[in-house]
């Protein structure tokens, strides 16, 4: 049997434990909120780049106009920022590559809007 310091030590050491895994589990507030933030810029990118889509369908000749960055923009995004949210690296990568397609895709269809 151990000693009454020594059983609120244990107790307290646990308690801490605890707090930290239930943390690292759900992610925190601050992940959450970054990974949101994200989310929400790769899906008005895409909007924005899918108005210029409809905008240039008088110049764009084909289905080989829209190409697969519409599916995915919002896939990858909404993958990334659950999986961000947690707190995991590769969530963080899913969103960073969802907006960089998102910005080349926009960036393209305003160029091809503005000749």
Do not use: K, Y
Not at 49 to 73: C, D, K, Q, T
Not at 85 to 99: E, K
């Amino acid at each position: 049997m151990t000693s009454w310091p020594g059983r609120l030590t244990l107790a307290v050491a646990r308690a801490h434990t605890t707090g930290m895994e239930d943390q690292t589990a759900n992610g925190s507030r601050a992940s959450w909120t970054l990974a949101l933030l994200l989310w929400s810029s790769a899906m008005v990118l895409a909007l924005a780049s899918v108005v210029l889509l409809v905008l240039n369908l008088a110049v764009l000749h084909g289905p080989e106009a829209i190409g697969p960055e519409l599916v995915i923009v919002p896939g990858f995004a909404t993958v990334g920022a659950v999986v961000a949210a947690r707190r995991r690296g590769i969530g963080w990568w899913f969103l960073a590559l969802a907006l960089c397609v998102a910005m080349r895709e926009g960036a393209s269809r305003s160029t091809r809007c503005a000749r």
